[in-house]
């Protein structure tokens, strides 16, 4: 699982920040997570590969969040794009983007599939045999949603010094890593667990922003690998926060604690602080495995 | 006159070039020509104060032109503007940025004033007692407008020594400038003539992106002190100019030539050529005085 940061700041675009969008590559899919102004430039100055990304997840419609959606779809359309592209997003971004095509006379030449969002109830919104993806309700001004990307469980790893040594027929090694026993080639039933290890286990990786602070979400992130979780202030503006919906660096903290996530990122950072390494100093109080998103950083689980 | 040009690149934005913007400052206006994505950023980049910014002009509704106007328009209402904003551009472009103001919830705490046009006759949009703006209706795609910023003539220059050796009044001099005659403290009549000089020839500037050649426009714009006049392709692609509705560099030399401006402005250029100096190049053997506009380049006329 590998998370790229195209941007991490809130509100305006600025010559040296970003606003939020980033790249979540998970079992083989290249989710794009927001698409704020400008995003279609850094996903080239990160060198993501732009027929790779399928499914674009928006999860609300402030600007920091979805501006550079109209440019990337008609970024996509003149380099001849023929791959379908779904789009999750709060109701109204369906009219949004078509509105914009049918001024511009430019409808695309791929298959545009929109999924627009209303629920107020965790929903799973994609699903294959690899990964699931579902809504994880926010509260902030408008109608926002978080996404929880989780993979599935893979394979049972062979173990094929036991394989061997049992007189396992090679035939029969997918069926072991599907967790079933086999008859040896001496006609000896075989238990799987002799032969096989269980496989790695599925990460998860849980995108929260924008959000108020809200211990609502604690139940459904529980045990994520990764959670993504806004902080755009810091403690000494937490009177900020409620009326903004926003969260500090603290609470964030808090809530990945509570959910005993593997790892906490921190980021949405309010243009207001030169310095984010006091988001991280303040979040270390409460939780200890905290990491700094920041434009262009990558991380690897 | 100064232009500023923010970005002046066809199509998509990359890492290192941007989609159409422009910056002219006459006569104390600041106009905006133009947004594509990143224009905020581009603004920031060359340092042009947003406030200064009261009349934006949007040729047309592709993403190229226009893409980067709600993210300003945000911008400029999470920075607490108060002056209101003129927005200029083709049926349509109200309907665009309203529903984003409404699906977000955040409507401007500015007056936002939407000028939107359908002419397909040159009209005067704008005009006070220092600058007049008119559309050149152009041929493109879609429907499309450029843009003729024309200075009003200004006062007339008093030469200072003729004005003391002729003994007229201090209190006299404004009445000078503005063309009439005086008496002299000796009670003689004084011909305007004798102690002013006229003034400065008023500057124009002819911004024509985007546009099929189109020689219907020369009449509108003869004589202008600058033309700006869009060069998608180079000769060898000639061939898809017309289909795409837009013109080469030889054929907006063409243009100028047969206009007699002051001076041609090339831009506009598809991304698939390495070298913009070919463009140059090719128009310098229809017309002489010819530049090329290149992302962050300034003009003072």
Not at 76 to 85: A, C, H, I
Request: charged fraction near 25%; include cysteine.
């Amino acid at each position: 699982m590998k998370l790229t940061i195209l941007g991490c700041y809130a509100a305006t675009p600025r010559t040296f920040t970003n606003p939020t969008s980033q790249v979540l590559e998970i079992n083989r899919h290249t989710f794009l997570i927001d698409c704020g102004e400008g995003t279609q430039v850094e996903l080239r100055r990160n060198k993501i590969k732009f027929s790779r990304i399928q499914h674009i997840f928006i999860s609300h419609l402030h600007g920091d969040h979805f501006y550079g959606l109209i440019g990337l779809i008609s970024t996509f359309r003149l380099l001849n794009r023929e791959t379908d592209l779904h789009v999750y997003g709060p109701k109204g971004i369906k009219e949004i983007i078509t509105l914009q095509l049918k001024l511009a006379n430019s409808w695309t030449n791929y298959l545009l599939i929109f999924h627009e969002l209303e629920g107020k109830e965790p929903q799973v919104i994609f699903e294959d045999e690899k990964v699931s993806v579902e809504t994880i309700p926010l509260k902030h001004r408008i109608y926002t949603n978080g996404f929880i990307f989780r993979e599935k469980p893979g394979l049972r790893k062979l173990l094929i010094n036991e394989a061997v040594e049992h007189k396992i027929d090679v035939t029969l090694y997918q069926s072991l890593k599907l967790g079933k026993d086999v008859i040896s080639e001496e006609g000896k039933l075989i238990p799987n667990e002799y032969v096989t290890a269980p496989p790695d286990p599925p990460l998860s990786y849980a995108y929260c922003s924008d959000t108020v602070f809200d211990m609502d979400i604690v139940n459904q992130i529980k045990e994520s690998s990764v959670l993504y979780h806004e902080a755009t202030f810091l403690e000494e503006n937490a009177d900020l926060a409620f009326p903004t919906k926003h969260s500090t660096a603290k609470q964030a903290a808090t809530i990945a604690r509570e959910a005993n996530v593997g790892k906490l990122i921190l980021g949405h950072y309010s243009t207001r602080y030169a310095d984010i390494s006091l988001f991280a100093k303040e979040a270390n109080l409460i939780f200890s495995r905290v990491e700094l998103a920041d434009d262009g950083k990558t991380f690897n689980f």
